[in-house]
């Protein structure tokens, strides 16, 4: 039976260009909706662009041209986004368009006519960055930790949301709402912990956003205009099966979203899924961080699809460092070594010696064959696969698509069909690789569709270089269609270079936690001769405190300094990782060498 299926994105502040972090959230919504797509569900993604943000009006102003034509144009970045990476939406929803206007003032007004928006003082925080507003427990040293810029106090008449009067709803709503259970516990502890204040859901003195329909001096404060695109963009698809949201803005999604909808007494949305953001050495990508990467740069240096794949292997639900090395190193091992290879030895021993089916019957619409002679498909964890995409853990979804190629590369190994000949032998390989085409075409559908078509048929041709060899000479990278091809990335520095590096043994004093970072922890380390010094340093997952207080380490010393999470780090230490990144250790001196020693 068909089933909806309806999920969206946040939408994008169009104050400056996309960077990846927005590139991922995309590809991730756009991986699930082909997914339920595949199951036969009558499936919907909305994503789009939030244009009535002040923030628009100030960058607009800036630049000496009107705000509506600037939205108008950085909109239209977001939708070359989508087209470029090969995300198919069914809905690009502008908030500046009349009919989102109009339902953001309907659901204003019937929040007002019911009593819960009220007129009073507003008196605090506010970050222009985030357009929200804050308390002294979101701030990291004073700073909003998404922007690392001190909020503006500001004191305003202004009219408010009766958000605290659905605390309790809220906390019980909540329990089945957010994926995963830690983002999801972060919300109930703050509720249950913290008094819930009301909302201010006005501003004045702007010529900048959507009127409020109660009081022509004010515009609707844009927060709870955004969120009401869920409903204007959604073509008759309410309620949302899955909001796919950054953990920056959980809160306005999982608290603030859920209430205005209930004092309008409309249904509520089924999931939140609070992924986590894309880091550069375990620093947040964002403009505004100055460490942006231009997604669509990107995609005329590296393949889409290498792209997609690259992003998906990362977490799910966490932070993960985004580089290029290992993008490059994902794609040499996974898409060329394993999957590339699979499809150039199978299809040209197919055409060959050609390929004899067995006699089993179809058992469901994978086609995956569980007859006692199909040795191959039986290593094929269909079930699990679903589990994981119903648990949104699309990073675990991969890993066990990829699994099964490592049994069907281990399979054609073990079987030496270049050497027996053996048609059933292929005639299971090939079966095997129409169903890894069905199951990779949400994550990289190009590829999935050039490897449908060369097995379509069981008249098989010898598989065509599907993508040219990309060569990376001094950084200059030309972008070629890439599958069973490697590329090469091999960086080389002079003596001298390395000489620069003041390397020297350090002795960790404290370890603290840095508020919302999940891999970060903040190091107080004694070099000797140099002093004191503080690090962060991306370990929070391999070590706990008592692990690292007291140990020595080597530093980079003469590192210039860099803020992270609004902490300035004076250093880097040395590790090393398996290829996989599931396990860290430090590289640490005998415990007999003075603190402060020089390394080399």
């Not at 809905?91 to 819960?116: A, L, M, N, W, Y």
């Not at 007859?371 to 066990?400: P, V, W, Y």
């Not at 004694?526 to 207080?549: M, P, W």
């Amino acid at each position: 039976m068909t089933q909806k299926f309806y999920i969206t994105t946040a939408i994008d502040y169009v104050n400056a260009k996309p960077h990846i972090g927005h590139a991922f959230e995309k590809i991730l919504a756009d991986v699930l909706a082909r997914w339920h797509r595949l199951q036969g569900d009558k499936t919907f993604l909305l994503t789009g662009t939030d244009e009535n943000a002040q923030k628009n009006a100030e960058v607009a102003k800036q630049e000496g041209i009107p705000t509506q034509e600037f939205v108008d144009r950085n909109s239209k970045y977001f939708t070359k986004l989508c087209e470029v990476l090969n995300v198919k939406y069914d809905r690009f929803i502008r908030t500046t368009e009349e009919k989102h206007k109009k339902k953001s003032q309907e659901i204003f007004k019937t929040v007002f006519d019911k009593g819960d928006i009220y007129k009073g003082e507003y008196e605090g925080l506010y970050c222009k960055g985030c357009e929200a507003f804050l308390t002294e427990r979101d701030l990291v040293d004073g700073k909003c930790p998404e922007h690392n810029k001190e909020p503006e106090q500001i004191s305003e008449e202004a009219y408010f949301f009766k958000l605290s009067k659905y605390k309790d709803q809220l906390i019980k709503f909540i329990e089945n709402y957010i994926v995963p259970k830690s983002k999801k516990n972060e919300i109930l502890s703050r509720l249950k912990e913290e008094k819930l204040r009301d909302l201010c859901v006005s501003r004045t003195n702007l010529d900048w956003g959507i009127d409020s329909p109660i009081d022509n001096k004010f515009k609707i404060y844009v927060w709870f205009d955004a969120l009401i695109n869920y409903i204007s963009g959604a073509s008759g698809n309410w309620p949302a099966d899955v909001h796919v949201v950054g953990k920056g803005i959980n809160w306005f999604h999982s608290v603030i979203w859920p209430a205005m909808l209930m004092s309008a007494e409309i249904e509520l949305p089924k999931k939140l899924l609070v992924h986590g953001y894309l880091t550069i050495d375990g620093q947040k990508i964002s403009k505004s961080l100055s460490n942006a990467i231009d997604p669509v740069e990107l995609a005329k240096k590296y393949p889409v699809d290498t792209i997609r794949y690259n992003l998906l292997r990362g977490s799910t639900f966490e932070d993960f460092d985004f580089s290029e090395s290992e993008l490059i190193e994902r794609h040499n091992n996974e898409l060329a070594n394993k999957l590339g290879n699979l499809i150039s030895r199978t299809s040209a021993l197919a055409e060959k010696y050609g390929i004899e089916k067995r006699a089993c019957p179809r058992q469901n619409k994978f086609s995956i064959y569980e007859g006692a002679q199909n040795n191959l498909l039986k290593k094929l964890n269909l079930k699990q696969i679903e589990t994981h995409f119903d648990n949104f853990r699309i990073d675990k979804a991969l890993s066990e698509i990829f699994a099964f190629i490592d049994h069907c590369n281990e399979f054609i190994q073990s079987q030496k069909p270049w050497e027996t000949h053996d048609k059933k032998v292929l005639y299971q390989l090939v079966e095997a690789i129409r169903e890894i085409a069905k199951l990779l075409s949400p994550f990289i559908p190009e590829s999935a569709e050039k490897i449908s078509q060369i097995f379509k048929t069981n008249k098989i041709k010898k598989a065509p270089i599907l993508f040219q060899k990309i060569e990376i000479p001094k950084q200059n990278i030309n972008k070629k269609e890439i599958l069973n091809k490697t590329m090469e990335n091999v960086t080389t520095i002079q003596f001298e270079d390395f000489a620069k590096l003041d390397l020297r043994v350090a002795e960790i004093q404290n370890v603290d936690d840095i508020p919302g970072a999940d891999k970060l922890y903040k190091l107080s380390l004694s070099v000797g001769e140099l002093g004191e010094r503080t690090i962060c340093a991306g370990i929070k997952q391999f070590y706990n405190h008592d692990d690292l207080k007291g140990k020595k380490i080597i530093i980079i010393a003469n590192l210039e300094p860099r803020k992270l999470r609004g902490i300035e780090s004076q250093g880097m230490l040395l590790a090393a990782s398996t290829k996989d990144k599931k396990t860290v250790s430090l590289i640490s001196p005998d415990q007999d060498i003075e603190v402060g020693s020089v390394v080399g």
